[in-house]
Protein backbone atom coordinates (compact mmCIF):
# COMPACT_ATOMS: atom_id res chain seq x y z
CA UNK A 1 0.00 0.00 0.00
CA UNK A 2 2.78 2.09 0.99
CA UNK A 3 4.08 1.89 -2.63
CA UNK A 4 1.18 2.97 -4.29
CA UNK A 5 0.98 5.95 -1.89
CA UNK A 6 3.93 7.87 -1.90
CA UNK A 7 4.23 7.88 -5.65
CA UNK A 8 0.17 9.06 -6.07
CA UNK A 9 1.17 11.77 -3.70
CA UNK A 10 4.39 12.59 -5.22
CA UNK A 11 2.32 12.46 -8.26
CA UNK A 12 -0.05 15.16 -6.98
CA UNK A 13 2.34 17.30 -5.55
CA UNK A 14 3.66 17.52 -9.18
CA UNK A 15 0.47 18.51 -10.86
CA UNK A 16 -0.03 21.34 -8.28
CA UNK A 17 3.10 22.46 -9.81
CA UNK A 18 2.28 22.39 -13.01
CA UNK A 19 -0.99 24.35 -12.44
CA UNK A 20 0.84 26.90 -10.14
CA UNK A 21 1.83 29.11 -12.78
CA UNK A 22 -1.42 29.68 -13.85
CA UNK A 23 -3.15 30.43 -10.63
CA UNK A 24 -0.36 32.89 -10.17
CA UNK A 25 -1.03 34.79 -13.28
CA UNK A 26 -4.76 35.07 -12.62
CA UNK A 27 -4.60 36.36 -9.15
CA UNK A 28 -1.89 38.93 -10.15
CA UNK A 29 -3.85 40.05 -12.75
CA UNK A 30 -7.19 40.12 -10.97
CA UNK A 31 -5.15 41.71 -7.51
CA UNK A 32 -2.93 43.97 -9.11
CA UNK A 33 -4.08 44.87 -12.67
CA UNK A 34 -7.77 44.93 -12.65
CA UNK A 35 -7.77 45.13 -8.79
CA UNK A 36 -10.90 43.26 -7.89
CA UNK A 37 -11.34 40.51 -5.24
CA UNK A 38 -11.31 36.92 -6.41
CA UNK A 39 -15.08 35.35 -6.94
CA UNK A 40 -16.23 32.23 -5.33
CA UNK A 41 -12.87 31.42 -3.43
CA UNK A 42 -14.31 28.15 -2.13
CA UNK A 43 -15.65 26.78 -5.94
CA UNK A 44 -12.38 27.53 -6.94
CA UNK A 45 -9.97 25.52 -4.96
CA UNK A 46 -12.46 23.02 -5.20
CA UNK A 47 -11.86 23.47 -8.59
CA UNK A 48 -8.17 23.47 -8.67
CA UNK A 49 -8.72 20.25 -6.54
CA UNK A 50 -10.30 18.70 -9.63
CA UNK A 51 -7.93 20.06 -12.07
CA UNK A 52 -5.04 19.06 -9.83
CA UNK A 53 -6.25 15.11 -8.73
CA UNK A 54 -7.59 15.28 -12.98
CA UNK A 55 -3.97 16.20 -14.34
CA UNK A 56 -2.63 13.51 -11.87
CA UNK A 57 -4.74 10.46 -12.80
CA UNK A 58 -4.59 11.47 -16.37
CA UNK A 59 -0.33 10.96 -16.40
CA UNK A 60 -1.00 7.71 -14.43
CA UNK A 61 -3.11 6.26 -17.09
CA UNK A 62 -0.74 7.51 -19.88
CA UNK A 63 1.70 5.65 -18.54
CA UNK A 64 -0.59 2.33 -17.87
CA UNK A 65 -2.92 2.74 -20.64
CA UNK A 66 -2.44 4.56 -23.96
CA UNK A 67 1.82 4.90 -24.33
CA UNK A 68 1.81 0.66 -24.10
CA UNK A 69 -1.52 0.35 -26.20
CA UNK A 70 0.05 2.62 -28.91
CA UNK A 71 3.46 0.59 -29.23
CA UNK A 72 1.98 -2.62 -29.29
CA UNK A 73 0.22 -1.73 -32.03
CA UNK A 74 2.79 -0.48 -33.65
CA UNK A 75 4.97 -3.85 -32.98
CA UNK A 76 1.79 -5.80 -33.72
CA UNK A 77 1.53 -4.15 -37.43
CA UNK A 78 5.51 -3.93 -37.89
CA UNK A 79 5.34 -8.21 -37.72
CA UNK A 80 2.51 -8.55 -39.14
CA UNK A 81 4.67 -7.19 -42.12
CA UNK A 82 1.21 -5.50 -44.28
CA UNK A 83 1.45 -2.52 -45.45
CA UNK A 84 -1.91 -1.71 -46.22
CA UNK A 85 -3.30 -2.52 -43.17
CA UNK A 86 -0.84 0.01 -41.48
CA UNK A 87 -2.04 2.81 -43.64
CA UNK A 88 -5.80 1.71 -43.04
CA UNK A 89 -5.45 2.07 -39.55
CA UNK A 90 -3.27 4.91 -40.22
CA UNK A 91 -6.12 6.71 -41.68
CA UNK A 92 -8.93 5.43 -39.41
CA UNK A 93 -7.02 6.88 -36.26
CA UNK A 94 -6.61 10.34 -37.94
CA UNK A 95 -10.29 10.59 -39.63
CA UNK A 96 -11.66 8.86 -36.90
CA UNK A 97 -10.42 11.12 -33.74
CA UNK A 98 -11.05 13.95 -35.61
CA UNK A 99 -14.16 14.13 -36.82
CA UNK A 100 -16.09 13.91 -33.74
CA UNK A 101 -13.48 16.56 -32.33
CA UNK A 102 -15.47 18.91 -29.95
CA UNK A 103 -13.27 21.60 -30.62
CA UNK A 104 -13.29 20.81 -34.52
CA UNK A 105 -17.08 21.24 -34.63
CA UNK A 106 -17.01 24.73 -32.69
CA UNK A 107 -14.60 25.66 -35.01
CA UNK A 108 -16.84 24.91 -38.23
CA UNK A 109 -19.65 26.65 -36.61
CA UNK A 110 -17.77 29.74 -36.35
CA UNK A 111 -16.54 29.15 -40.07
CA UNK A 112 -19.72 28.21 -41.27
CA UNK A 113 -21.24 32.13 -39.89
CA UNK A 114 -18.38 33.71 -41.38
CA UNK A 115 -19.27 32.06 -44.67
CA UNK A 116 -22.49 33.27 -44.65
CA UNK A 117 -22.06 36.58 -43.73
CA UNK A 118 -19.21 37.09 -46.15
CA UNK A 119 -22.04 35.91 -48.98
CA UNK A 120 -20.06 32.39 -49.99
CA UNK A 121 -23.12 30.63 -48.91
CA UNK A 122 -26.64 31.47 -48.33
CA UNK A 123 -27.86 32.94 -44.77
CA UNK A 124 -29.80 29.99 -44.20
CA UNK A 125 -29.51 27.17 -41.31
CA UNK A 126 -29.61 24.68 -43.79
CA UNK A 127 -26.87 25.96 -45.97
CA UNK A 128 -24.86 26.53 -42.79
CA UNK A 129 -25.29 23.36 -41.46
CA UNK A 130 -23.77 21.67 -44.47
CA UNK A 131 -21.28 23.93 -45.13
CA UNK A 132 -19.92 22.75 -41.18
CA UNK A 133 -20.75 19.71 -41.78
CA UNK A 134 -18.03 19.47 -45.17
CA UNK A 135 -16.14 21.82 -43.39
CA UNK A 136 -15.37 19.27 -40.51
CA UNK A 137 -15.26 15.93 -43.16
CA UNK A 138 -12.31 18.11 -45.21
CA UNK A 139 -10.34 18.55 -42.32
CA UNK A 140 -10.99 15.09 -40.39
CA UNK A 141 -9.83 13.69 -44.24
CA UNK A 142 -6.97 16.00 -43.81
CA UNK A 143 -5.61 14.44 -41.02
CA UNK A 144 -6.36 10.59 -41.60
CA UNK A 145 -4.06 11.61 -44.77
CA UNK A 146 -1.59 13.44 -42.52
CA UNK A 147 -0.96 10.41 -39.91
CA UNK A 148 -0.87 8.35 -43.37
CA UNK A 149 2.00 10.32 -44.91
CA UNK A 150 3.67 10.13 -41.47
CA UNK A 151 3.58 7.09 -40.91
CA UNK A 152 5.32 6.07 -44.48
CA UNK A 153 7.78 8.82 -43.85
CA UNK A 154 8.95 6.48 -40.51
CA UNK A 155 8.65 3.15 -43.05
CA UNK A 156 11.29 4.59 -45.12
CA UNK A 157 13.10 7.15 -43.47
CA UNK A 158 12.63 10.16 -45.02
CA UNK A 159 13.89 12.95 -43.16
CA UNK A 160 11.15 15.73 -42.18
CA UNK A 161 11.75 18.48 -42.90
CA UNK A 162 11.47 18.22 -46.87
CA UNK A 163 8.12 17.36 -46.19
CA UNK A 164 7.01 19.53 -43.96
CA UNK A 165 8.60 22.51 -46.11
CA UNK A 166 6.75 21.08 -49.34
CA UNK A 167 3.49 21.73 -47.15
CA UNK A 168 4.64 25.24 -45.98
CA UNK A 169 4.74 25.92 -49.72
CA UNK A 170 1.22 24.26 -50.10
CA UNK A 171 0.06 26.86 -47.12
CA UNK A 172 1.66 30.13 -48.73
CA UNK A 173 0.43 29.53 -52.52
CA UNK A 174 -3.01 28.16 -51.02
CA UNK A 175 -3.13 31.81 -49.21
CA UNK A 176 -2.84 33.80 -52.34
CA UNK A 177 -5.76 32.28 -53.72
CA UNK A 178 -7.93 31.43 -50.85
CA UNK A 179 -10.60 33.96 -50.28
CA UNK A 180 -9.72 36.64 -47.17
CA UNK A 181 -11.98 35.14 -44.93
CA UNK A 182 -11.07 31.77 -44.49
CA UNK A 183 -7.31 32.33 -43.72
CA UNK A 184 -7.70 33.15 -40.21
CA UNK A 185 -10.00 29.42 -39.84
CA UNK A 186 -7.97 27.57 -41.99
CA UNK A 187 -4.60 28.69 -40.10
CA UNK A 188 -5.88 27.96 -36.73
CA UNK A 189 -7.47 24.45 -37.78
CA UNK A 190 -4.10 23.40 -37.86
CA UNK A 191 -3.51 23.71 -33.88
CA UNK A 192 -7.03 22.77 -32.78
CA UNK A 193 -7.18 18.92 -34.28
CA UNK A 194 -5.31 17.37 -32.16
CA UNK A 195 -6.77 16.18 -28.99
CA UNK A 196 -5.58 14.97 -25.10
CA UNK A 197 -6.11 11.58 -26.29
CA UNK A 198 -4.91 11.45 -30.21
CA UNK A 199 -1.41 12.66 -29.36
CA UNK A 200 -0.16 10.41 -26.72
CA UNK A 201 -1.88 7.21 -28.90
CA UNK A 202 -0.31 8.76 -32.08
CA UNK A 203 3.20 9.79 -30.32
CA UNK A 204 3.57 6.22 -28.77
CA UNK A 205 2.49 4.53 -32.33
CA UNK A 206 4.71 6.72 -34.00
CA UNK A 207 7.93 5.68 -31.51
CA UNK A 208 6.89 1.88 -31.53
CA UNK A 209 7.50 2.14 -35.42
CA UNK A 210 10.01 3.94 -35.36
CA UNK A 211 12.00 1.21 -32.57
CA UNK A 212 11.05 -1.68 -33.91
CA UNK A 213 11.85 -1.13 -37.70
CA UNK A 214 16.25 -1.54 -38.02
CA UNK A 215 17.97 1.66 -38.93
CA UNK A 216 15.48 3.91 -38.04
CA UNK A 217 15.77 6.31 -34.49
CA UNK A 218 12.66 6.42 -32.31
CA UNK A 219 13.89 10.14 -31.63
CA UNK A 220 14.44 11.89 -35.33
CA UNK A 221 12.24 9.18 -37.34
CA UNK A 222 9.49 8.36 -34.02
CA UNK A 223 7.79 12.25 -33.77
CA UNK A 224 6.32 14.48 -36.10
CA UNK A 225 3.18 12.51 -36.80
CA UNK A 226 1.38 15.26 -34.82
CA UNK A 227 3.27 18.00 -37.26
CA UNK A 228 1.48 16.28 -40.29
CA UNK A 229 -1.57 16.53 -38.58
CA UNK A 230 -1.57 20.23 -37.64
CA UNK A 231 -0.66 21.05 -41.35
CA UNK A 232 -2.39 19.49 -43.82
CA UNK A 233 -5.98 20.68 -42.23
CA UNK A 234 -4.75 24.67 -43.36
CA UNK A 235 -4.13 23.48 -46.66
CA UNK A 236 -7.47 21.47 -46.93
CA UNK A 237 -9.46 24.08 -45.36
CA UNK A 238 -8.80 26.93 -47.53
CA UNK A 239 -8.95 24.78 -50.01
CA UNK A 240 -12.72 23.89 -49.22
CA UNK A 241 -13.27 27.80 -48.74
CA UNK A 242 -11.89 27.96 -52.69
CA UNK A 243 -14.27 25.48 -53.52
CA UNK A 244 -17.54 26.48 -52.28
CA UNK A 245 -16.88 30.55 -52.01
CA UNK B 1 -25.29 17.34 -5.25
CA UNK B 2 -25.26 19.44 -8.96
CA UNK B 3 -21.60 19.16 -8.52
CA UNK B 4 -21.37 15.56 -8.78
CA UNK B 5 -24.14 15.31 -11.66
CA UNK B 6 -21.59 18.21 -13.50
CA UNK B 7 -18.88 15.34 -12.73
CA UNK B 8 -20.72 12.51 -14.29
CA UNK B 9 -21.85 14.70 -17.60
CA UNK B 10 -18.69 15.60 -18.47
CA UNK B 11 -17.20 12.18 -18.05
CA UNK B 12 -20.34 11.11 -20.71
CA UNK B 13 -18.72 13.76 -22.91
CA UNK B 14 -15.46 11.83 -22.97
CA UNK B 15 -16.08 9.02 -23.03
CA UNK B 16 -18.38 9.75 -26.05
CA UNK B 17 -15.52 11.95 -27.35
CA UNK B 18 -13.05 8.40 -26.89
CA UNK B 19 -15.51 6.47 -28.24
CA UNK B 20 -14.30 6.34 -31.93
CA UNK B 21 -10.90 6.06 -31.07
CA UNK B 22 -12.12 2.98 -29.02
CA UNK B 23 -14.25 1.81 -31.87
CA UNK B 24 -10.90 1.66 -34.43
CA UNK B 25 -8.55 0.34 -31.61
CA UNK B 26 -10.79 -2.88 -31.02
CA UNK B 27 -11.55 -3.24 -34.31
CA UNK B 28 -8.53 -3.58 -35.41
CA UNK B 29 -7.09 -5.55 -32.59
CA UNK B 30 -10.21 -8.17 -33.73
CA UNK B 31 -10.25 -7.84 -36.95
CA UNK B 32 -6.94 -7.95 -38.16
CA UNK B 33 -4.28 -8.02 -35.81
CA UNK B 34 -5.74 -10.95 -33.74
CA UNK B 35 -3.80 -11.03 -30.98
CA UNK B 36 -4.31 -10.43 -27.48
CA UNK B 37 -3.10 -7.13 -26.21
CA UNK B 38 -0.36 -7.66 -23.56
CA UNK B 39 -1.50 -7.14 -20.00
CA UNK B 40 -4.69 -6.04 -21.73
CA UNK B 41 -5.80 -6.02 -17.88
CA UNK B 42 -3.39 -2.78 -17.02
CA UNK B 43 -4.29 -1.34 -19.77
CA UNK B 44 -8.12 -1.19 -19.48
CA UNK B 45 -6.88 0.32 -15.83
CA UNK B 46 -5.04 2.56 -17.75
CA UNK B 47 -7.96 3.84 -20.13
CA UNK B 48 -10.21 4.20 -17.43
CA UNK B 49 -7.60 6.38 -15.23
CA UNK B 50 -7.08 8.68 -18.75
CA UNK B 51 -11.05 8.85 -18.90
CA UNK B 52 -11.91 9.53 -15.11
CA UNK B 53 -8.45 12.19 -15.13
CA UNK B 54 -9.40 14.21 -18.04
CA UNK B 55 -13.33 14.34 -16.81
CA UNK B 56 -12.08 15.78 -13.65
CA UNK B 57 -9.44 18.18 -14.92
CA UNK B 58 -11.94 20.01 -17.70
CA UNK B 59 -14.87 19.85 -14.91
CA UNK B 60 -11.99 21.49 -12.48
CA UNK B 61 -11.50 24.11 -15.16
CA UNK B 62 -14.96 24.99 -15.98
CA UNK B 63 -14.83 25.41 -12.20
CA UNK B 64 -12.23 27.10 -11.55
CA UNK B 65 -10.39 28.83 -14.43
CA UNK B 66 -12.63 29.63 -17.59
CA UNK B 67 -15.12 31.81 -16.01
CA UNK B 68 -12.72 33.91 -13.84
CA UNK B 69 -10.06 33.64 -17.10
CA UNK B 70 -12.21 34.64 -19.89
CA UNK B 71 -14.01 37.40 -17.59
CA UNK B 72 -10.53 38.93 -17.16
CA UNK B 73 -9.69 38.70 -20.84
CA UNK B 74 -13.01 40.78 -21.51
CA UNK B 75 -12.14 43.52 -18.58
CA UNK B 76 -8.90 43.99 -19.54
CA UNK B 77 -9.61 43.97 -23.53
CA UNK B 78 -12.91 46.80 -22.70
CA UNK B 79 -12.00 50.08 -23.69
CA UNK B 80 -13.11 51.72 -20.57
CA UNK B 81 -10.25 49.93 -18.30
CA UNK B 82 -7.71 50.88 -20.64
CA UNK B 83 -8.04 54.39 -21.42
CA UNK B 84 -10.30 54.98 -17.81
CA UNK B 85 -13.56 56.68 -18.61
CA UNK B 86 -12.78 58.89 -21.16
CA UNK B 87 -15.23 58.38 -23.67
CA UNK B 88 -13.12 60.57 -26.47
CA UNK B 89 -10.22 59.08 -25.87
CA UNK B 90 -11.30 55.52 -27.21
CA UNK B 91 -11.69 56.70 -30.84
CA UNK B 92 -7.55 57.37 -30.59
CA UNK B 93 -6.33 54.44 -28.70
CA UNK B 94 -2.81 53.58 -29.81
CA UNK B 95 -1.40 50.43 -29.95
CA UNK B 96 0.19 50.72 -27.07
CA UNK B 97 -2.26 51.03 -25.13
CA UNK B 98 -2.79 47.73 -24.91
CA UNK B 99 0.13 46.97 -22.96
CA UNK B 100 -1.45 44.72 -20.36
CA UNK B 101 -3.27 42.80 -22.83
CA UNK B 102 -0.35 42.26 -23.97
CA UNK B 103 1.58 41.60 -20.70
CA UNK B 104 -1.52 39.20 -20.16
CA UNK B 105 -1.35 37.16 -23.34
CA UNK B 106 2.11 36.26 -22.58
CA UNK B 107 1.06 35.45 -19.48
CA UNK B 108 -1.74 33.11 -19.80
CA UNK B 109 -0.18 31.60 -23.04
CA UNK B 110 2.64 30.56 -21.06
CA UNK B 111 1.17 29.13 -17.82
CA UNK B 112 -1.64 27.37 -20.24
CA UNK B 113 1.05 25.46 -22.00
CA UNK B 114 2.85 24.25 -18.68
CA UNK B 115 -0.86 22.80 -17.81
CA UNK B 116 -1.61 21.27 -21.31
CA UNK B 117 -1.96 17.26 -20.64
CA UNK B 118 -1.14 16.58 -24.12
CA UNK B 119 2.43 18.34 -24.29
CA UNK B 120 3.21 16.42 -20.69
CA UNK B 121 2.64 13.06 -22.61
CA UNK B 122 4.60 14.19 -25.86
CA UNK B 123 7.84 15.33 -23.04
CA UNK B 124 7.47 11.84 -21.20
CA UNK B 125 7.72 10.45 -24.15
CA UNK B 126 10.32 12.50 -26.05
CA UNK B 127 12.60 12.30 -22.00
CA UNK B 128 12.21 8.60 -22.17
CA UNK B 129 12.91 8.01 -25.95
CA UNK B 130 16.32 10.50 -25.49
CA UNK B 131 17.47 9.14 -22.29
CA UNK B 132 17.10 11.81 -20.75
CA UNK B 133 19.02 14.19 -22.73
CA UNK B 134 15.73 15.75 -23.42
CA UNK B 135 14.87 16.87 -20.52
CA UNK B 136 10.37 16.60 -19.77
CA UNK B 137 11.02 20.13 -18.40
CA UNK B 138 13.17 21.80 -19.99
CA UNK B 139 10.89 20.87 -23.14
CA UNK B 140 7.94 22.09 -21.36
CA UNK B 141 9.49 25.24 -20.74
CA UNK B 142 10.66 25.93 -24.24
CA UNK B 143 7.45 25.35 -25.27
CA UNK B 144 5.55 27.73 -23.06
CA UNK B 145 7.51 30.08 -23.61
CA UNK B 146 7.49 29.90 -27.49
CA UNK B 147 3.08 29.79 -27.06
CA UNK B 148 3.65 33.47 -24.37
CA UNK B 149 5.48 34.89 -27.44
CA UNK B 150 3.49 33.82 -30.14
CA UNK B 151 0.40 34.79 -28.35
CA UNK B 152 1.17 38.09 -27.61
CA UNK B 153 2.37 39.20 -31.02
CA UNK B 154 -0.88 37.76 -32.52
CA UNK B 155 -3.04 40.00 -29.39
CA UNK B 156 -0.53 43.08 -31.15
CA UNK B 157 -1.54 41.80 -34.71
CA UNK B 158 -5.40 42.01 -34.25
CA UNK B 159 -4.60 45.77 -32.24
CA UNK B 160 -3.03 46.90 -35.65
CA UNK B 161 -4.91 45.07 -37.81
CA UNK B 162 -2.11 43.82 -40.08
CA UNK B 163 -2.91 40.72 -42.22
CA UNK B 164 -2.17 37.56 -40.45
CA UNK B 165 -0.57 36.01 -43.31
CA UNK B 166 2.33 37.86 -43.47
CA UNK B 167 3.64 36.84 -40.23
CA UNK B 168 2.77 33.31 -40.14
CA UNK B 169 4.81 32.90 -43.60
CA UNK B 170 7.66 35.21 -42.03
CA UNK B 171 7.47 32.85 -39.10
CA UNK B 172 7.73 29.73 -41.73
CA UNK B 173 11.06 31.29 -42.82
CA UNK B 174 12.35 31.61 -39.71
CA UNK B 175 11.48 27.57 -39.07
CA UNK B 176 13.08 26.69 -42.39
CA UNK B 177 16.61 28.61 -41.91
CA UNK B 178 16.46 27.22 -37.55
CA UNK B 179 15.51 23.47 -39.50
CA UNK B 180 19.54 24.01 -41.36
CA UNK B 181 21.40 24.93 -37.96
CA UNK B 182 19.44 22.89 -35.20
CA UNK B 183 20.82 19.40 -34.25
CA UNK B 184 19.30 16.84 -36.76
CA UNK B 185 17.43 14.79 -33.50
CA UNK B 186 15.33 17.52 -32.27
CA UNK B 187 13.92 18.57 -35.55
CA UNK B 188 10.95 16.01 -35.91
CA UNK B 189 9.79 17.16 -31.63
CA UNK B 190 10.04 20.87 -32.57
CA UNK B 191 7.47 20.38 -35.80
CA UNK B 192 5.60 17.97 -32.89
CA UNK B 193 5.41 20.70 -30.46
CA UNK B 194 3.74 23.13 -32.06
CA UNK B 195 0.84 21.15 -32.83
CA UNK B 196 0.25 19.55 -29.48
CA UNK B 197 0.82 22.65 -27.50
CA UNK B 198 -3.03 23.98 -27.97
CA UNK B 199 -5.81 21.97 -26.28
CA UNK B 200 -8.11 21.48 -23.44
CA UNK B 201 -6.59 24.48 -20.86
CA UNK B 202 -4.88 26.93 -24.01
CA UNK B 203 -7.55 26.78 -26.83
CA UNK B 204 -10.42 28.37 -24.76
CA UNK B 205 -9.11 31.07 -22.79
CA UNK B 206 -7.59 32.17 -25.96
CA UNK B 207 -10.18 32.17 -28.02
CA UNK B 208 -12.16 34.53 -25.40
CA UNK B 209 -8.85 36.57 -25.60
CA UNK B 210 -9.17 36.76 -29.39
CA UNK B 211 -12.63 37.56 -29.50
CA UNK B 212 -13.03 39.93 -26.90
CA UNK B 213 -10.19 42.10 -28.18
CA UNK B 214 -11.49 42.39 -31.92
CA UNK B 215 -14.68 43.03 -30.83
CA UNK B 216 -13.43 45.76 -28.71
CA UNK B 217 -10.84 47.34 -30.67
CA UNK B 218 -12.19 49.84 -33.17
CA UNK B 219 -12.60 48.56 -36.61
CA UNK B 220 -12.12 45.14 -36.11
CA UNK B 221 -14.72 42.68 -36.81
CA UNK B 222 -14.79 39.55 -34.45
CA UNK B 223 -15.50 37.36 -37.58
CA UNK B 224 -12.73 38.15 -39.66
CA UNK B 225 -9.63 39.44 -37.25
CA UNK B 226 -10.49 37.14 -34.01
CA UNK B 227 -9.18 34.67 -34.85
CA UNK B 228 -5.01 33.25 -35.89
CA UNK B 229 -4.24 33.46 -32.50
CA UNK B 230 -4.16 29.44 -32.52
CA UNK B 231 -1.92 29.70 -34.89
CA UNK B 232 0.71 31.75 -33.58
CA UNK B 233 0.90 29.47 -31.02
CA UNK B 234 1.40 26.51 -32.74
CA UNK B 235 3.92 28.14 -34.94
CA UNK B 236 6.25 29.82 -31.87
CA UNK B 237 7.26 26.80 -30.17
CA UNK B 238 8.91 25.30 -33.21
CA UNK B 239 11.11 28.63 -33.01
CA UNK B 240 11.73 28.30 -29.08
CA UNK B 241 12.09 24.46 -29.12
CA UNK B 242 14.63 24.56 -31.76
CA UNK B 243 16.38 27.65 -30.02
CA UNK B 244 16.45 25.79 -27.01
CA UNK B 245 18.05 23.03 -28.56
CA UNK B 246 20.66 24.75 -30.34
CA UNK B 247 21.45 26.96 -27.32
CA UNK B 248 22.19 23.93 -25.15
CA UNK B 249 24.03 22.47 -28.08
CA UNK B 250 26.55 25.19 -28.40
CA UNK B 251 27.09 25.43 -23.86
CA UNK B 252 27.98 21.83 -24.66
CA UNK B 253 30.37 22.24 -27.44
CA UNK B 254 31.78 25.71 -25.21
CA UNK B 255 32.16 23.40 -21.93
CA UNK B 256 33.76 20.71 -23.74
CA UNK B 257 36.13 23.00 -25.49
CA UNK B 258 37.03 24.34 -21.77
CA UNK B 259 37.66 20.87 -20.31
CA UNK B 260 39.76 20.59 -23.29
CA UNK B 261 41.75 23.72 -22.86
CA UNK B 262 42.80 22.90 -19.03
CA UNK B 263 43.34 19.38 -19.67
CA UNK B 264 45.94 20.79 -22.07
Known amino acids: MKDFILPFLRSLLDSLRDLLPILLVISFFQLAILQQPIPNMGEMLYGTFLVVLGLTLFVQGLEMGLFP ?16 WLLAFAFA ?59 VRILYGWPIQYLIIVGYAGVVIMTVFAPKEIIGIAYDSGGVTTSTI ?29 AFASLTPMIFVMGYGMLIG | MNLSFNILHTLSDTIFDVLPIVVIIFGFQLLVIRRPIPNLRKVLIGFIY ?36 VEEAVRSLQWRDYVYVYLFAAAIGFSTTVAEPSLLAVAIKAQEVSGGAISTWGLRI ?18 SGT ?9 YVIVIIQTAFAPKTIIALAYDSGGVTTSTVTVPLVTALGLGLASTVPGRSALLDGFGLIAFASLFPMITVMGYAQLSEWRQKAASKKTHRTGE
Do not use: C, W
Open chain 1, 69 to 84: LGEAMAYAFARKGSLI
Open chain 1, 93 to 151: LGFGTTVAEPALIAVADEASKIAAAGGAIENTPQAMESYATGLRFTVALSVGFAIVIGV
Open chain 1, 198 to 226: TVPLVTALGVGLASSIKGRNPLTDGFGLI
Open chain 2, 50 to 85: VLLGLAFFLDGLEIALFPIGKLMAQQLTDPAFIYGE
Open chain 2, 142 to 159: AVAIGVGLGIALGTFRIV
Open chain 2, 163 to 171: PLHYYIIAG
